[in-house]
Protein backbone atom coordinates (compact mmCIF):
# COMPACT_ATOMS: atom_id res chain seq x y z
CA UNK A 1 0.00 0.00 0.00
CA UNK A 2 1.50 2.97 -1.35
CA UNK A 3 1.31 5.95 1.67
CA UNK A 4 0.83 9.49 -0.02
CA UNK A 5 -0.62 10.52 3.29
CA UNK A 6 3.02 9.91 5.11
CA UNK A 7 5.10 13.29 6.32
CA UNK A 8 8.26 12.02 5.57
CA UNK A 9 8.76 10.51 2.22
CA UNK A 10 11.91 8.93 2.79
CA UNK A 11 10.54 7.27 6.00
CA UNK A 12 7.98 5.76 3.59
CA UNK A 13 9.80 5.08 1.22
CA UNK A 14 12.51 3.08 2.48
CA UNK A 15 9.98 1.29 4.55
CA UNK A 16 8.32 -0.16 1.40
CA UNK A 17 9.48 -3.56 0.30
CA UNK A 18 9.12 -3.59 -3.06
CA UNK A 19 10.79 -1.70 -5.59
CA UNK A 20 7.71 -0.91 -7.37
CA UNK A 21 6.51 0.54 -4.34
CA UNK A 22 9.00 2.73 -4.03
CA UNK A 23 8.80 4.08 -7.43
CA UNK A 24 4.52 4.32 -6.78
CA UNK A 25 5.42 6.37 -4.04
CA UNK A 26 8.03 8.53 -5.89
CA UNK A 27 5.35 9.40 -8.42
CA UNK A 28 2.33 9.74 -5.77
CA UNK A 29 4.52 12.47 -3.63
CA UNK A 30 5.49 14.17 -7.34
CA UNK A 31 1.73 14.52 -8.50
CA UNK A 32 0.61 15.55 -5.24
CA UNK A 33 3.36 17.12 -2.96
CA UNK A 34 6.50 17.92 -5.21
CA UNK A 35 7.96 20.91 -3.16
CA UNK A 36 7.74 18.67 -0.11
CA UNK A 37 9.36 16.22 -1.56
CA UNK A 38 12.10 18.00 -3.42
CA UNK A 39 12.95 20.05 -0.14
CA UNK A 40 13.09 16.37 2.08
CA UNK A 41 15.51 14.91 -0.75
CA UNK A 42 17.82 18.09 -0.76
CA UNK A 43 18.19 17.71 2.72
CA UNK A 44 18.46 14.15 3.28
CA UNK A 45 19.02 12.34 0.35
CA UNK A 46 20.15 14.56 -3.30
CA UNK A 47 20.76 11.92 -5.30
CA UNK A 48 17.90 9.34 -5.22
CA UNK A 49 18.72 6.28 -6.84
CA UNK A 50 15.71 4.14 -6.99
CA UNK A 51 15.80 0.10 -7.66
CA UNK A 52 15.01 -0.35 -10.87
CA UNK A 53 13.86 3.28 -12.24
CA UNK A 54 15.34 6.53 -12.44
CA UNK A 55 17.40 8.74 -10.27
CA UNK A 56 16.46 11.85 -8.93
CA UNK A 57 19.05 14.80 -8.78
CA UNK A 58 17.66 17.28 -6.40
CA UNK A 59 20.80 19.77 -6.23
CA UNK A 60 20.90 23.13 -8.34
CA UNK A 61 24.51 22.60 -9.24
CA UNK A 62 23.72 18.70 -10.15
CA UNK A 63 20.82 19.65 -12.66
CA UNK A 64 22.94 22.30 -14.15
CA UNK A 65 25.74 19.76 -14.52
CA UNK A 66 23.53 17.21 -16.39
CA UNK A 67 21.68 19.87 -18.51
CA UNK A 68 25.08 20.92 -19.73
CA UNK A 69 26.71 17.21 -20.30
CA UNK A 70 24.39 16.47 -23.04
CA UNK A 71 26.87 14.32 -24.65
CA UNK A 72 26.81 12.11 -21.56
CA UNK A 73 23.36 12.71 -20.30
CA UNK A 74 21.39 12.24 -23.32
CA UNK A 75 17.67 13.18 -24.95
CA UNK A 76 17.57 9.35 -25.99
CA UNK A 77 14.38 8.62 -24.34
CA UNK A 78 12.73 10.84 -26.58
CA UNK A 79 13.61 9.67 -29.75
CA UNK A 80 11.08 6.52 -29.83
CA UNK A 81 8.11 9.48 -29.03
CA UNK A 82 9.22 12.20 -31.47
CA UNK A 83 10.62 10.21 -34.58
CA UNK A 84 7.50 8.38 -35.69
CA UNK A 85 5.23 11.54 -35.60
CA UNK A 86 7.49 14.70 -36.44
CA UNK A 87 10.65 12.76 -37.74
CA UNK A 88 13.98 13.13 -36.68
CA UNK A 89 14.13 16.25 -34.68
CA UNK A 90 16.85 18.47 -32.00
CA UNK A 91 14.79 18.04 -28.92
CA UNK A 92 15.21 14.12 -29.50
CA UNK A 93 19.26 14.45 -30.68
CA UNK A 94 22.15 15.16 -29.31
CA UNK A 95 25.37 16.74 -30.65
CA UNK A 96 23.88 16.14 -34.29
CA UNK A 97 23.39 18.36 -37.41
CA UNK A 98 19.72 18.59 -36.13
CA UNK A 99 20.93 20.30 -33.22
CA UNK A 100 23.56 22.55 -34.53
CA UNK A 101 22.13 23.42 -38.49
CA UNK A 102 18.52 23.06 -37.52
CA UNK A 103 18.70 24.88 -33.99
CA UNK A 104 21.07 27.53 -35.58
CA UNK A 105 19.00 28.15 -38.27
CA UNK A 106 15.56 28.83 -36.38
CA UNK A 107 17.18 30.72 -33.49
CA UNK A 108 17.78 32.94 -36.91
CA UNK A 109 14.20 33.25 -37.69
CA UNK A 110 12.86 33.73 -34.46
CA UNK A 111 14.37 37.56 -33.96
CA UNK A 112 15.04 39.66 -31.15
CA UNK A 113 13.84 42.46 -32.93
CA UNK A 114 10.02 40.56 -33.73
CA UNK A 115 9.68 40.64 -29.74
CA UNK A 116 7.73 43.73 -28.71
CA UNK A 117 5.73 43.29 -31.82
CA UNK A 118 5.21 39.91 -30.53
CA UNK A 119 4.19 41.10 -27.10
CA UNK A 120 1.42 43.63 -28.75
CA UNK A 121 0.08 40.57 -31.07
CA UNK A 122 -0.58 38.44 -27.63
CA UNK A 123 -2.19 41.42 -25.94
CA UNK A 124 -4.45 41.70 -28.94
CA UNK A 125 -5.23 38.38 -28.86
CA UNK A 126 -5.82 37.77 -25.18
CA UNK A 127 -7.99 40.64 -24.92
CA UNK A 128 -10.13 39.16 -27.64
CA UNK A 129 -10.47 35.60 -26.68
CA UNK A 130 -11.44 37.21 -23.17
CA UNK A 131 -13.79 39.38 -24.28
CA UNK A 132 -15.37 36.57 -26.13
CA UNK A 133 -15.20 33.83 -23.64
CA UNK A 134 -16.04 35.44 -20.58
CA UNK A 135 -19.79 34.03 -19.54
CA UNK A 136 -22.64 37.08 -18.95
CA UNK A 137 -22.25 36.28 -15.18
CA UNK A 138 -18.38 37.95 -15.31
CA UNK A 139 -17.47 34.07 -15.48
CA UNK A 140 -14.11 32.94 -17.58
CA UNK A 141 -13.09 29.00 -17.69
CA UNK A 142 -9.39 29.81 -18.77
CA UNK A 143 -7.75 27.24 -19.97
CA UNK A 144 -10.65 26.32 -23.18
CA UNK A 145 -11.13 29.99 -23.47
CA UNK A 146 -7.84 31.66 -23.38
CA UNK A 147 -4.11 29.67 -22.38
CA UNK A 148 -4.98 26.78 -25.25
CA UNK A 149 -6.37 29.28 -27.79
CA UNK A 150 -4.13 32.08 -27.28
CA UNK A 151 -1.20 30.48 -28.05
CA UNK A 152 -2.66 28.61 -31.01
CA UNK A 153 -3.52 32.08 -32.53
CA UNK A 154 0.30 33.23 -32.20
CA UNK A 155 1.15 29.86 -34.01
CA UNK A 156 -0.88 30.73 -36.71
CA UNK A 157 0.26 34.66 -36.76
CA UNK A 158 3.98 34.70 -36.02
CA UNK A 159 5.14 31.46 -36.57
CA UNK A 160 3.04 31.09 -39.77
CA UNK A 161 1.34 27.85 -38.87
CA UNK A 162 -2.05 28.28 -38.62
CA UNK A 163 -3.14 25.00 -39.40
CA UNK A 164 -7.07 24.04 -40.50
CA UNK A 165 -8.70 24.92 -37.46
CA UNK A 166 -8.08 25.42 -33.85
CA UNK A 167 -10.04 21.85 -33.27
CA UNK A 168 -7.26 20.25 -34.82
CA UNK A 169 -4.34 21.88 -33.80
CA UNK A 170 -5.38 21.74 -30.15
CA UNK A 171 -5.67 17.62 -31.22
CA UNK A 172 -1.88 17.69 -32.61
CA UNK A 173 -0.55 19.70 -29.70
CA UNK A 174 -1.98 17.73 -26.95
CA UNK A 175 -1.30 14.09 -28.83
CA UNK A 176 2.37 15.07 -29.39
CA UNK A 177 2.97 16.81 -25.82
CA UNK A 178 1.65 14.30 -23.98
CA UNK A 179 3.20 11.46 -25.78
CA UNK A 180 6.72 13.04 -26.04
CA UNK A 181 7.10 14.44 -22.58
CA UNK A 182 4.74 12.70 -20.59
CA UNK A 183 4.04 9.04 -21.24
CA UNK A 184 6.76 7.32 -19.16
CA UNK A 185 4.62 4.36 -18.64
CA UNK A 186 5.11 3.80 -22.73
CA UNK A 187 1.22 3.40 -22.94
CA UNK A 188 0.61 2.18 -26.66
CA UNK A 189 -2.59 4.32 -27.06
CA UNK A 190 -0.67 7.19 -26.28
CA UNK A 191 2.12 6.86 -28.78
CA UNK A 192 -0.28 5.93 -31.51
CA UNK A 193 -1.75 9.18 -30.94
CA UNK A 194 1.20 11.06 -31.33
CA UNK A 195 1.85 9.37 -34.75
CA UNK A 196 -1.45 9.69 -36.06
CA UNK A 197 -1.29 13.54 -34.95
CA UNK A 198 2.14 13.66 -36.60
CA UNK A 199 0.61 11.81 -39.75
CA UNK A 200 -2.51 14.29 -40.09
CA UNK A 201 0.22 17.46 -39.58
CA UNK A 202 2.02 16.38 -42.71
CA UNK A 203 -0.54 15.79 -44.46
CA UNK A 204 -1.89 19.38 -43.99
CA UNK A 205 1.56 20.65 -44.37
CA UNK A 206 2.40 19.05 -47.56
CA UNK A 207 -0.52 20.77 -49.00
CA UNK A 208 -0.35 24.06 -47.27
CA UNK A 209 3.69 24.61 -47.82
CA UNK A 210 3.62 24.49 -51.17
CA UNK A 211 0.75 26.77 -51.40
CA UNK A 212 2.46 29.06 -48.97
CA UNK A 213 5.58 29.17 -50.63
CA UNK A 214 3.89 30.71 -53.81
CA UNK A 215 2.12 33.32 -51.63
CA UNK A 216 5.56 34.33 -50.26
CA UNK A 217 7.55 34.39 -53.42
CA UNK A 218 4.63 36.78 -54.95
CA UNK A 219 3.76 39.24 -51.54
CA UNK A 220 7.56 40.17 -49.82
CA UNK A 221 5.08 42.30 -47.26
CA UNK A 222 4.63 38.41 -45.53
CA UNK A 223 7.03 37.78 -42.81
CA UNK A 224 6.55 35.14 -40.15
CA UNK A 225 8.91 32.36 -39.29
CA UNK A 226 7.42 30.41 -41.53
CA UNK A 227 7.49 32.19 -44.50
CA UNK A 228 11.95 33.15 -43.92
CA UNK A 229 12.07 29.73 -43.69
CA UNK A 230 10.77 29.15 -47.11
CA UNK A 231 12.49 32.20 -48.56
CA UNK A 232 15.93 30.49 -47.29
CA UNK A 233 18.34 29.85 -50.05
CA UNK A 234 20.37 27.03 -48.63
CA UNK A 235 22.99 24.64 -51.04
CA UNK A 236 22.32 21.29 -51.51
CA UNK A 237 25.35 20.75 -49.54
CA UNK A 238 23.51 22.44 -46.24
CA UNK A 239 20.64 19.80 -46.05
CA UNK A 240 18.03 21.89 -44.91
CA UNK A 241 15.70 20.42 -47.61
CA UNK A 242 12.00 20.47 -47.97
CA UNK A 243 11.79 17.69 -45.37
CA UNK A 244 13.58 19.50 -42.76
CA UNK A 245 11.19 22.69 -42.78
CA UNK A 246 8.07 20.35 -42.82
CA UNK A 247 9.37 19.20 -39.05
CA UNK A 248 10.58 22.48 -37.77
CA UNK A 249 7.22 24.00 -38.62
CA UNK A 250 5.59 20.63 -36.98
CA UNK A 251 8.09 21.23 -34.05
CA UNK A 252 6.39 25.10 -33.72
CA UNK A 253 3.10 23.66 -32.29
CA UNK A 254 4.67 20.70 -30.48
CA UNK A 255 6.29 22.91 -27.82
CA UNK A 256 4.44 25.53 -27.32
CA UNK A 257 0.50 25.24 -26.49
CA UNK A 258 0.38 23.43 -23.70
CA UNK A 259 3.73 24.37 -21.87
CA UNK A 260 2.29 28.15 -22.03
CA UNK A 261 -1.30 26.81 -20.95
CA UNK A 262 0.43 25.46 -17.82
CA UNK A 263 2.65 27.93 -17.15
CA UNK A 264 -0.23 31.04 -17.33
CA UNK A 265 -3.09 28.65 -15.11
CA UNK A 266 -0.41 27.38 -12.76
CA UNK A 267 1.26 31.15 -12.41
CA UNK A 268 -2.21 32.32 -12.11
CA UNK A 269 -3.42 30.05 -9.28
CA UNK A 270 -0.09 30.96 -7.29
CA UNK A 271 -1.47 34.48 -7.67
CA UNK A 272 -4.41 34.31 -6.30
CA UNK A 273 -3.62 32.42 -2.90
CA UNK A 274 -1.44 35.45 -2.48
CA UNK A 275 -2.89 38.57 -2.00
CA UNK A 276 -0.44 40.76 -1.78
CA UNK A 277 1.61 39.73 -4.59
CA UNK A 278 -1.86 39.57 -6.79
CA UNK A 279 -2.05 43.19 -5.73
CA UNK A 280 1.36 44.04 -6.67
CA UNK A 281 0.65 42.75 -10.14
CA UNK A 282 -2.44 44.75 -10.35
CA UNK A 283 -0.61 47.95 -9.81
CA UNK A 284 1.97 46.92 -12.34
CA UNK A 285 -0.56 46.69 -14.89
CA UNK A 286 -2.02 49.62 -14.08
CA UNK A 287 1.07 51.37 -14.29
CA UNK A 288 1.89 49.60 -17.48
CA UNK A 289 5.02 48.39 -15.69
CA UNK A 290 5.31 45.18 -17.76
CA UNK A 291 9.12 44.11 -15.69
CA UNK A 292 7.55 43.95 -12.42
CA UNK A 293 4.61 42.20 -13.92
CA UNK A 294 6.74 39.95 -15.61
CA UNK A 295 9.20 39.51 -12.32
CA UNK A 296 5.61 38.57 -10.66
CA UNK A 297 4.34 36.07 -13.11
CA UNK A 298 7.57 34.24 -13.39
CA UNK A 299 7.93 34.07 -9.72
CA UNK A 300 4.93 32.82 -9.23
CA UNK A 301 5.64 30.12 -11.56
CA UNK A 302 8.43 28.53 -9.39
CA UNK A 303 6.16 27.77 -6.73
CA UNK A 304 4.88 25.32 -9.50
CA UNK A 305 6.80 24.87 -12.24
CA UNK A 306 5.10 23.67 -15.33
CA UNK A 307 7.17 19.98 -15.12
CA UNK A 308 8.88 18.70 -11.81
CA UNK A 309 11.93 17.43 -13.87
CA UNK A 310 13.66 16.51 -17.72
CA UNK A 311 14.07 13.41 -18.26
CA UNK A 312 17.81 12.02 -19.22
CA UNK A 313 19.13 9.05 -20.17
CA UNK A 314 22.82 8.64 -19.05
CA UNK A 315 24.95 6.74 -22.00
CA UNK A 316 28.19 6.01 -20.20
CA UNK A 317 29.59 6.16 -16.65
CA UNK A 318 29.65 9.03 -14.76
CA UNK A 319 29.91 10.65 -11.46
CA UNK A 320 27.82 13.15 -10.81
CA UNK A 321 28.95 16.11 -8.04
CA UNK A 322 32.56 14.79 -7.95
CA UNK A 323 34.33 16.30 -4.86
CA UNK A 324 31.40 16.81 -2.61
CA UNK A 325 30.20 14.39 -0.15
CA UNK A 326 26.95 13.17 -2.41
CA UNK A 327 28.89 12.95 -5.51
CA UNK A 328 27.58 9.59 -6.97
CA UNK A 329 28.99 7.51 -9.84
CA UNK A 330 25.98 6.24 -11.68
CA UNK A 331 26.39 3.55 -14.71
CA UNK A 332 25.69 4.04 -18.41
CA UNK A 333 21.73 3.08 -19.27
CA UNK A 334 21.10 4.98 -16.01
CA UNK A 335 17.73 7.29 -16.50
CA UNK A 336 17.90 10.20 -14.36
CA UNK A 337 15.01 12.91 -13.68
CA UNK A 338 17.06 16.34 -13.58
CA UNK A 339 14.48 18.27 -11.28
CA UNK A 340 13.78 21.66 -12.20
CA UNK A 341 11.66 22.34 -9.55
CA UNK A 342 14.04 21.30 -7.15
CA UNK A 343 16.50 23.37 -7.93
CA UNK A 344 14.56 26.37 -7.78
CA UNK A 345 13.95 25.94 -4.31
CA UNK A 346 17.46 25.09 -4.26
CA UNK A 347 19.12 27.60 -0.86
CA UNK A 348 22.72 26.87 -1.87
CA UNK A 349 21.93 28.97 -4.73
CA UNK A 350 18.11 30.29 -4.01
CA UNK A 351 18.74 32.60 -1.65
CA UNK A 352 15.35 32.35 0.62
CA UNK A 353 13.98 29.82 -1.57
CA UNK A 354 10.44 29.72 0.41
CA UNK A 355 9.85 33.45 0.67
CA UNK A 356 8.08 35.10 -2.85
CA UNK A 357 10.12 37.68 -3.75
CA UNK A 358 10.46 38.83 -7.86
CA UNK A 359 12.97 40.13 -9.34
CA UNK A 360 15.71 37.44 -8.88
CA UNK A 361 18.24 36.41 -10.87
CA UNK A 362 17.29 35.02 -14.63
CA UNK A 363 19.80 31.82 -14.03
CA UNK A 364 18.07 30.73 -10.84
CA UNK A 365 14.64 30.53 -12.94
CA UNK A 366 14.92 26.99 -14.88
CA UNK A 367 11.42 27.37 -16.20
CA UNK A 368 12.35 27.21 -19.81
CA UNK A 369 15.54 24.88 -20.01
CA UNK A 370 19.16 25.10 -19.38
CA UNK A 371 21.76 24.18 -21.86
CA UNK A 372 21.78 22.97 -25.39
CA UNK A 373 17.95 21.86 -25.01
CA UNK A 374 16.91 25.42 -23.96
CA UNK A 375 13.31 26.12 -25.38
CA UNK A 376 13.90 26.76 -28.44
CA UNK A 377 11.24 29.46 -28.39
CA UNK A 378 11.99 30.75 -25.18
CA UNK A 379 12.10 34.76 -26.46
CA UNK A 380 8.76 34.34 -27.59
CA UNK A 381 7.68 32.43 -23.99
CA UNK A 382 8.89 35.15 -22.12
CA UNK A 383 6.52 37.83 -24.05
CA UNK A 384 3.22 35.26 -24.52
CA UNK A 385 3.14 33.71 -21.13
CA UNK A 386 3.39 36.57 -18.89
CA UNK A 387 1.04 38.75 -21.04
CA UNK A 388 -1.80 36.56 -21.50
CA UNK A 389 -1.52 36.37 -17.50
CA UNK A 390 -1.66 39.90 -17.30
CA UNK A 391 -4.55 40.34 -19.77
CA UNK A 392 -6.28 37.67 -17.59
CA UNK A 393 -5.59 39.76 -14.28
CA UNK A 394 -6.27 43.02 -16.61
CA UNK A 395 -10.34 42.13 -17.53
CA UNK A 396 -10.95 41.81 -13.64
CA UNK A 397 -10.80 37.55 -13.60
CA UNK A 398 -8.88 37.11 -9.99
CA UNK A 399 -11.59 35.41 -7.91
CA UNK A 400 -11.83 31.93 -7.67
CA UNK A 401 -15.26 30.78 -8.91
CA UNK A 402 -17.39 28.87 -6.19
CA UNK A 403 -16.91 25.28 -5.88
CA UNK A 404 -14.47 22.74 -7.23
CA UNK A 405 -14.82 25.16 -10.69
CA UNK A 406 -12.67 27.48 -8.89
CA UNK A 407 -9.71 25.22 -8.55
CA UNK A 408 -7.50 24.05 -10.38
CA UNK A 409 -8.08 20.41 -12.27
CA UNK A 410 -5.98 18.53 -14.40
CA UNK A 411 -9.06 15.90 -14.58
CA UNK A 412 -6.37 13.33 -13.90
CA UNK A 413 -3.82 14.14 -17.27
CA UNK A 414 -0.57 15.69 -17.69
CA UNK A 415 -1.53 19.76 -18.25
CA UNK A 416 -4.23 21.64 -16.42
CA UNK A 417 -7.19 20.94 -17.74
CA UNK A 418 -9.98 23.41 -15.62
CA UNK A 419 -9.50 26.94 -13.80
CA UNK A 420 -12.80 29.39 -13.77
CA UNK A 421 -12.20 33.04 -12.20
CA UNK A 422 -14.57 35.40 -11.36
CA UNK A 423 -14.57 39.25 -11.87
Known amino acids: MVDVAASSFLAAYDAAQQPQQKLALLFQWIATKPLALFKELRTSRPILITPGGPTV ?18 VKPYA ?53 GASPDGRLELVSQVTRPGPIALTGQYFGFPGPDVTAMLRWSYA ?56 LQTPPQIGFDQGRILSNTMGLL ?48 RFNPMAPFVVRLLVEPYTIAAGTPRQTTLAAGTLVFASIASAMHDATVVTDPDSFKPGRPAYHYLHLGFGEHRCLGDQVSLMQAPELAKQIIKAGFVKRAAGPAGQLDFKGGPFPESLVLTQ
Open 80 to 132: PKMDPSVGPFMLARDGTVYNQRDKGIMRALIQQIDMPGVRQTVARIGAGLIAQ
Open 176 to 231: TQNNMFHNLSNDPQVQQACVTAGAEMKAYLDDFLPRRAQQVKADPKIDDVVARMLR
Open 57 to 74: LAMFADVEEALTRNLQFT
Open 254 to 301: VGGIETTSAAIVQAIDQLIDRPDQLAAAQRAIQANDDASFDAIFWEAL
